[in-house]
Each structure stands twice: as C-alpha cells, then as structure tokens.
C-alpha cells in the first residue's frame, strides 16, 4: 500500500516541477526501485484513476439531477375563472360563511380536475386556495402553488398561461359537469403575495346604494400602519356597477425600490395585467387620486417592509351604473370633451370614438388642454396600451397643450385603454377655423396652436416644435444664434445654453491654458486651486478638494479647517472631517413628492412651499412675505417694518405669521397655523432710500410644529455661489400685474440670476454688493408689490431648496429689461447669523 500511495504524489511532483523549478527531482536509485515494480503498478494506478474518475463524475451528475435539475421550485399562480350555472349569494363574500366553504369546495375541486388532466401541470400541482368570490354569474379568485423542477417551469409557465386549453380540457371531460366554467385565467404571482410578511389583514367591503364607504390602513390616522404587513381590501359593488375609488389622504414611505407600496387592481386576484397603479410615498391633497374599475370588483394591496412609521392612507369608494358608452358625435362650432370620468383616472379596458363636425366651409382642430396617458415603462413612440389615435397617429405620455388639426370639416378621435394601469387622461376642445386664417389676430405654430404675436421671435419656445422662434430678424437687443434663433444679448456667456447649438457660450471659452470662470473671466490654468480668488467669485479655488488657508471663499468647516469645494453645505457628502457640514440639514425639501398636476398657471400646490410665510397686520391682511428657517426665526426684508402713514410697523405686536398657507381666502384652512412675533430685528444698516441692507429677522413668541406644509428653507453658507444663469424660484402673494391686486393663491415664477455688471448699468448704477438682479428681461415675469420679504429659492444638490435672496425692490413690476432686485443671502449670511444663532 505504500509503495501505491507513493507514486501518485510522486506523479503530483512531477507535475509540479513543471511549474516550479525549486522542486527536486527524485534520487535515481528510486527510479531504479519504481521501475522494477513498475508494470503491476501502472496497472494499479490506472484502474485507481478510473475508479475516480466515474465516482467524481456520477457524484457531479447526482449533485446537479438533485440540485439544479431535480429540486423543485415553489411557483404562485393567482387566477379568476367564471362558473356559468350558478347564483350568486351575498354569503359568498364572507370567507368565513358555510355557503363561502361549499363553493370553495366545488370550484376547488374543478380548478384541480382541470390541472389533473394537464401533463405539463397536473404532476406538479400542490395547493389550491379559493380567496373570494364576486358577482357575475359567480367569478372565482384563487390562487395554486406549484412544485415544479426547474426543467420543467417553463412548459407549466406555458400551460397556464394559455386559458384556451385550461378551458378544454375540461369541459369535454365531464359528461354532466356540476359547475360550468369559463375564463379560466391564471398569473404569475406578482409581488403582492410574494412577500412572507409577519402581519396580514384582508377586509371585504360592499358599496352600499347612494353612500360613500371609507376605509384606512390599520391605525390611521392615531398609529402608524404595521411593518412586514400585506393587506388586502376586497371592494365589491352590484353586478351592473363599477367602483369609482378616492385616496383621500395618502402618507407611505417615500419611494425607493424595496419601499412600501400600495397597489390597485381592476380584479379581486393580485395579478399584475390587472394592476391599475402602484403608489408610494406622499401626494399632495389636491392631487387627483381617484381611480375607476372597468367591472363590479377591486383589489388594494399594502405592501409593507420592516421598518419606518407612516401614517398610511383614507380611501372612499363608492359604486356608479357601468358606462353604457363613451364618445359620441360632435357637432357645432366648437365644444368640450374628456376622457370618461375625467380627471379620475380614466378606467381600463375602454374605447371611445368622437366623431367630430364642423361647417363644411371650415376646417377642425382639436386642442388637448391637458393630456396625460402615460403607461409606466412604454415609450411614447410606441404607444402600445393606452393611446389616443387621430388620423392613423397615435399619441401618448404625458403633453402640455397641443394642437391637432384637420385640413377638413371632420376628424375622427379614437382612445383605447388597456387591462393596466390608467392616467388622468385628456381634457379637448375642437374649434372649427378658417383655412386661411387658422389663428385671428394670433400667431399659427407650424402644429396649428395659436399664441400671441408678442410671443414671435422673443428668444423663448412658445410652439412645441419652435416655430415662432424660427426666420426671425433679430433686434438691437438680441444675439443671433448660429442655427438662427435671436435670444436675448444678456444671456450670452452666461454659463446657460440658450441656443440649443451652444452658439451663446462659445465666444466666451478661454484659451487652452486658462481656467473659466463662473463670472466668464478667464484666468491662466496655473491659478486654479492656488488658494488665491483670481476670478473675483471663488470659482478657480472650487472643486479643490483639500484642506485649503481659510479665505473669504472657502468653506469654513466647525473644527476651524477651511475646504475649497463649492458649496459643500448640504450635498449629501460629507467634505469637512468633523462632518459639520452636513449638520442642520434638516431644511429644504418638500414633503410631497408629487405634487397635482391638474392645477394650471402660476399657481402653487398645497406644500410646494412650506418655508414660505404670510405676515398679515391686524385689519390691513397680507402685507408682506417672510421664509421659515428654524422653528422659531423668519426672514423678510427690513423696507416690510418701515413707518407709514403714522403706524409703527417694527411692532412686533401688530404681525402674524400664518404658516402652511396656501389660500388667503382660507386662513383658518387645515394644516396652517399662526404665530405672533416675539422681536423683529431689521439690519441696522438698512437704508431706507436705496434699500441696501433690506434684511430683518422675527423671532416667532413659540416655535412651529413642522408638519407635511410646514417645513424650513436651508441657509446657504455666506461662500455659497449662485451662478448667473441659474433659475430660481420667487414665491408671494403679492400683485399679479402692476399696481394690481395680490393673488388669492400662492403664485409661483421660475427666474434667471442674472450678471451684476449688465444689471447695475440697466438699473442705472443702483446695485449695492448686498443685492443681485433676478428675472426674465424680455418681461413678463416678474416679483410685484405684496412679494416683498418672500422667499426666491434655488434648487441645489441633493434636491435641497435653498434661500438666495428676499424680494427687496424693482422698478415696476415684469418690465422689458427691468429685473427684481433681491437683497444677496450670502451678503447678510453673517447678520443672520449673529442675531439668530443658525
Ligand atoms: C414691492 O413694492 C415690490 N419687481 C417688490 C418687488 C418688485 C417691485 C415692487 C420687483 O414690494
């Protein structure tokens, strides 16, 4: 035996030294020895190797027939079939009824006849289990585990997928069968049951005729809803009815992949074909959240994982006589029309046609005013599902206005909804129009929509396929892009492309060897990161990345160190070793995530801005803005507490501050809360002729409670750079137009942070360090009278909002190259510092 054992490793060795030189060979007396031996035992070693060879190779082949080929997996299969021969009794909606337990029983055993007579599912077939039942004659939900190796998943995939012959194979079978079955449909369980959760809650509701029946989510609105749970709300109405259902208040986790979810289904069994909409996170109340079934049932499932607390949702439904039809003919000069129910979510399943007419000696246009049938995942250029076809194109996703037209008197509107997921849907108009003057007194986009003259050749894309902006002789005031379009000469070198061709950028770029800086000087590369301001902003000595000499430009984190990245506050990255300057971060950011998208103009949303502040004084209303930036301290401008006509207003006696507001109509609406003024403190600086220094701070007498309409705006550090070009957000209640009245609802403006230098010569020369031009200057846009101490924001990393500037002044209000003029954050960063503590 030890001679045997010997040569294999001797082999070994041989077959080592190969590789490794430092191996010695063995003594030639051994070789001698093995040779003499030699002839019996290479026969030894061969049969041994063989030997080993077939147990490796039959241990491998057992290994994968058992773990690969021959292991079963576990497969859910949720499904619906109808029985044609049977009644259907209210019992039949409670699981827990005799007559529930009977027909479970008869379906049960048919859905198992019908699997037994399947080679490709019978043999694998393990459970099946009756969920609920629903009017129609009788419609059966259930669901069957399978154990099926995995060779053989796809040919059940296969078999069950395929309703026709689940359908055949039974009915022929039974010469009297008891219960006559059709529709027999089966999914692949979706994630809805998938889950092994630790909670579990099903409820069944019937609507009840001509009432509403509200549900919630275990808990609400007191306690938050269960982790690891899956619920399941069966809603059923009269066999000829639909069910119209409304999340009334929806609070979920915020989304992410493995986030808890709700899931609304066109059907009792959880199948994704069926599914209407996946929701999560938080909508804002004004959000349409209304959604309707195309038969008599629906299913909503919580998905909930292991952790968070939220306070879940209030949903109502109630039931409405099925939709006989939909579209119809349309006859006239012009007229409305909508996707049914609109703006519900349009139901599944759904086809209208509009046959549209006008005069014979007109043509037909029709003007979506709004237009969302968006599928999640198909790409508007398909339009698979959902869609709305006019001449032979179909359109999808989700537009703003847009115009069809027809060169005819007719037009034809087709719009087709899927089994899944539904949209808010559109909302038209037709309008006959002249051939020849399809647009009176307007100017016609190549798309046949109609805008004001004024919007021709203003540098700003009016028409969706830019139109009015093409062929255009550019004015005095306008740079004439390479691809022809003349924008407005102050919007070169402004770090935007406005061109769309990049033309207004390039004359700007430096020489190969120097840096360019935010403001457009350009400095020698040599002088970025040398701890040295040679652009005059900062920028050269951002980005750097190191610990730096503290300058007036970087960043000083808490320990003492100063960094050079620009505007480190706040980025979701922690730059400074102490970490300080990811503290306080608490700020910026809107509760809802979605925010509605029926609301039109200017107006904000309910939440869009919570940091934003009504200053009402007591029988005068709104008289300023202010922004939340802690729990107890706002900031406004100092011009809001000036004397006049005799009334003190630096008393802080006379103000409040109402937060979470959006309506001023509606002051004492849920959700806002007022707040008396403790102290106001106005920069003693503040000079009431040139508005330099228009700052103030008011510490509030008890602090707020930060709710979903409630939150701060973050402070940027007093190194923060905003670029010029950069669009900004100013919010206000203020003047609508120019010594008009303020606005009901909080208006918002998206505007440009534009070049102090070009500024201060259109304002002639009345500029201070401690202000900074914003608007749009070919007009239009603009802060008013009312606005003063409000809030313009920018969006930085992160997704953060943070507070720029304060309205401060103008001339006028939305004029031709007359920009707000907002008192500069960063200049008064250090004030607000010193008097407030943040
Ligand atoms: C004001 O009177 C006012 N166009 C505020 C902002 C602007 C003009 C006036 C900017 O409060």
Redesign the pocket.
Known sequence: MGGCVDLPLGLFELDMNNLDEGVEFLPAMNSKKMEKRGPKRQVVVTILIIVFLLVSLTTGLLFWHFKYRNTPIQKVFNGHLRVLNWEFLDAYENSSSPEFSMLAKKVKSTVEEIYKNHADIGPYHKETVITAFSEGSVIAYYWSEFLVPKYREESLDRAMADKQSLVQRWNPRLRNPMLKVESVIAFREGQAGAASPANSCMFSLHAKEGEVTSFTTPGFPNSPYPNNALCYWALRADASSTISLTFKTLELEPCRDDSDYIKVYNSLSPVEPHALVRLCGNYAPSYNLTFLSSQNVMLVTLVTNKEGRFPGFKAEFFQLPKMKACGGSLKGDSGTFTTPYYPAHYPPDTDCVWNIEVSSIKNVKVRFNMFYVLEPGIPVSSCTKDYVQINGTRYCGEHSQFVVASTTNRIELLFHSDQSYTDTGFSAEFLSYDSSDPCPGKFTCNTGRCIDRSMRCDGWLDCVDGSDERSCTCTEQQFRCQNGWCKPKFWVCDNVNDCGDNSDELQCSCAADSFKCDNGKCVPSTQKCDGKDDCGDGSDEGSCLTTVPCKKYTYKCRSGHCISKQNPECDGEQDCEDHSDEDNCNCGLRSYVRKSRIVGGQNSDVGEWPWQVSLHVKGQGHICGASLVSASWLVSAAHCFLPLQGIRYSDPSLWTAYLGLTNQGDLSGSGVQTHKIKRIISHPFFNDYTYDYDIAVLELQRPVTFTAVIQPICLPDATHNFPVGKDLWVTGW?ATAEGGTGASILQKAEIRLINQTVCNQLLTDQLTPRMMCVGILTGGV???????GGPLVSVEASSRMFLAGV????D???QRNKP??YSRLTSLRDWIQEHTGL
């Open positions: 203020g603009d802060a008013c009278q009312g606005d003063s309205v401060s002044w103008g006028g209000c939305a707000g003029v």
